[in-house]
């Protein structure tokens, strides 16, 4: 597991300050020792009218437990010094995600660096995992420990020292659903990985600099048929766009491996947009919609944490696939672009931002909730069919090209005949990489038909000889049949697994 936790792309010099910031500390340790716990205690002024109302083995009043969570993160050195005896004195549990997240706070500068050491956390919590915050993080999610009243807002008031934006996101007047506590900062500030809005697009003739077997997103709407090419979003993360006259966002987790398309029209009547919030959870981004500043999980299109939770609003996914731009252009002769010239300065060579992550099976976050049954990063093709999730392995979609399949009471169509999408790039960090991207793959709710590979990729063949069309929206008999396409998109194993532990996984579950 690497704890990489600065500088997602060097998309901030805020990052590089919180790295230097975090190297001094580090040497600081080093040079100086911080005392034994027990030393630091002697040297604290207890206040008499904290411990007043302390017990051994009681739960700290909810009251003092905040007053207490802001002198280890504000106070002085006496005012840390008593918390960490109040809090060791009441062996108050709920102090462990406290006391995790000021170790993270120290590692990135924003809390008195003597955190690191954990000889307190672990003297609370019984485990032994030092100064290694990742495994706290995993350690910690699978129980069903809670931090004190007022965690969420004091962990925005902290995470304000590096963008006042963090403070607003993290409120514990907001509703929420899922646990503030696993909410990682991503090393930028908000929006420090910029969307691009409506950026222009230009004709294939005009974008000299693609290169035919370089991978791209593809989204087609209404015949409008759109290319994003990955070196460009793997630096975005976020395209908002109008395909087809419709509103479109494109969230796009690197770190997950899943490029969604998101209709913007939600299911209560307003067109959202969206940007980065430079949070992740479990190393999947948190997405933010720019008209009310609620925080989405990118991966299921909902709300999390923020004013619209419970609200009941979804966004519907739309279909995307990735694709090679030779594969997409020779399908979409009349395709549109993005250019080059976004109106940011950045290296949009093929892998430069992330091409070392992605050649990689580590992940670069912390994540708890993980399975075996694949490897780590295997891509797969993701879907939820009548809110059943499922993923089909792109290994085993190159090997079978056309895959007919039954989730529940819908029968399914997986068409791949392109096969998976290998990437040659060349690393900002680690020089000439390769990877796979994905692979080209629909989904079609096929009825009552069973369909079998063409003789070209672009064809299907059902079970009485007829050559089927496979398009954008749906395969097409010679009669004028219609198959319509499902909403689908890749994503790495660990990240789909994660939200979706009970998914159906084709080939291993049936």
Request: glycine share 10%; net charge negative.
């Amino acid at each position: 597991m690497q704890n990489h936790f600065f500088s997602r792309g060097s998309n901030l010099v805020a990052s590089i300050a919180v790295g230097c910031m975090l190297l001094f500390l580090i040497v600081a340790c080093q040079l100086q020792p911080l005392a034994p716990l027990d030393s630091m205690m002697e040297a604290g002024e207890s206040n008499p009218n904290i411990f007043s109302e302390i017990f051994p083995g009681q739960p700290i009043p909810d009251e003092i437990a905040q007053q207490l969570m802001g002198d280890l993160s504000d106070g002085s050195e006496a005012e840390r010094n008593a918390a960490i005896e109040a809090i060791l004195t009441a062996q108050d549990e709920r102090f462990i995600p406290v006391l995790i997240e000021l170790q993270r706070f120290a590692q990135i500068g924003i809390a008195p660096g003597e955190f690191m050491r954990a000889e307190t956390l672990e003297r609370l919590s019984g485990e032994s995992f030092g100064g290694d915050w990742a495994s706290w993080i995993e350690w910690y999610g699978g129980t069903d420990l809670t931090p004190p009243p007022g965690f969420t807002s004091w962990k925005g008031r902290v995470l304000s020292k590096i963008d006042p934006g963090f403070g607003e996101f993290l409120q514990d007047s907001f509703g929420s659903t899922i646990r503030a506590e696993e909410i990682q900062w991503g090393g930028v500030r908000v929006d420090g990985i910029p969307a691009l809005d409506y950026s222009r697009m230009v004709e294939p003739g005009d974008a000299p600099y693609l290169v035919p077997e370089e991978p791209v997103f593809g989204l087609a709407i209404n015949g409008d048929a759109r290319a994003y090419p990955l070196r460009i979003l793997d630096w975005h993360e976020m395209a908002n766009d109008i395909v087809g006259d419709v509103p479109v966002s494109i969230a796009y987790c690197t770190l997950c491996g899943a490029a969604i398309a998101f209709d913007g029209r939600a299911s209560d009547g307003t067109i959202y947009d969206f940007g980065s919030s430079g949070f992740l959870f479990r190393s999947n981004k948190l997405m933010y919609d720019r008209q009310t500043r609620t925080l989405w999980n990118q991966m299921s299109g909902e709300p999390v944490l923020g004013p619209l939770v419970g609200q009941d609003v979804k966004l519907d996914i739309l279909p995307i696939v990735l694709t090679t731009w030779e594969s997409w252009l020779e399908q979409h002769p009349e395709t549109q672009v993005l250019d080059l010239d976004t109106g940011f300065n950045r290296p949009y060579d093929v892998g430069s931002a992330y091409g070392d992550y992605f050649s990689s099976n580590e992940t670069m976050f912390p994540v708890w909730q993980r399975s075996d049954l694949l490897e780590t990063k295997d891509r797969i093709y993701a879907m939820q069919i009548d809110g059943v999730p499922v993923a089909y392995p792109i290994k085993t979609l190159d090997e079978e090209q056309v895959v007919n399949h039954t989730v529940g009471d819908t029968n399914v169509v997986v068409v791949a005949q392109r096969g998976a999408v290998n990437v040659d790039g060349l690393s900002r960090r680690a020089g000439p990489v390769t990877y796979s991207a994905g692979g080209e793959a629909r989904a079609y709710n096929r009825g009552e038909h069973e369909f079998f590979p063409g003789a070209d990729p672009d064809s299907v063949v059902d079970a009485n000889g007829q050559i089927w069309t496979v398009t954008e929206d749906a395969l097409i008999s010679p009669d004028g049949l219609r198959v319509e396409r499902l909403g689908g998109h890749l994503a790495y194993w660990f990240g789909w697994f994660t939200f979706f532990p009970e998914t159906l996984v084709y080939g291993e579950t049936g």
